[in-house]
């Protein structure tokens, strides 16, 4: 679900933009040394989920993964996401140029809201961050979704169709998509859970750290 | 297109012309014969056209099928991501000293 050039109205294309750059600026300065590797491969892996294909009826969707960029960067989510899209922009032709702040905020948001409720409610057993995992993956999917809706409701569509059809659309997308983090986040908590702690909910520990 | 090959192509022409008519009347061809021809143009027609749509529908498919991105895509665009990261740590890196 990426909006192509020309959809959006003008001051819709431009506040996109301006907005995107400000939350990659934040994003970038949250965004500690340390956590640059795993950022690099959480961003690569951002961009290549969209190649995944689920068929859907007689088309297919691909997987987006806002919700596990999310849940695994914490506040860098929203960069990964920002140059994934960009990259993608540019090598696949998903989404126009043009929408590329639209498109930003349209999975950013969610991946950054993802991201602060798998920190707020993981808890610390495996089985329970799997489980918040699965749901914020799905949760993504559907955020996205709805923003997509907002965002195009600017251009004089109807909002509740649009919400209607990209939801339905993506009911697949959702389910893959938490069976892929619950499995990822599992995996990551049994095996190096520290790949799972970011400085969103402690943001002075993660200051005093950096420093 | 050289001027010997269009040379060569128009007196293939010419002779396929001249010669065309001679066939024509060296048959005068009865009733049924005109008809047995028509039947046959027929199905000759019908059977390009039906493999025209078919090149046509493969056309389509691989115009489709050049639109998705490839591996080269794919690939560089990890690498562009990686160096991305690379550099900036390498500035994050160099700051902090």
Known sequence: MHISDGVLPLSVTIGGYAASAALVAWSAHRTQTEEMPKLAVMTAAFFVASLIHVPFGPTSVHLIIPGLTGALLGPSAFLSVGLGLLLQSLLFQFGGLTALGANALMMGLPALVCGWLFQRFKGSSIRRQAAVGGITGTLGTALAAIILALLLATGGEDFFGVAKIALLAHVPVMIVEGAVSAFTIGFLARVKPALLQQSFVYPHKAAHVSH | MNVVQRGLLA??????????????????????????ILALLKEQNNKLSGELRRIQREIAALRADMDKPGLKDVFSGIGYILGFFGAAAFVAARRKE
Request: net charge negative; proline share 8%; hydrophobic share 35%.
């Open chain 2, 11 to 36: 007196g293939v022409l010419c002779v396929w012309l001249t010669g065309l008519p001679n066939f024509v009347q060296a048959q005068t061809p009865g009733q049924e014969t005109q008809q047995e």
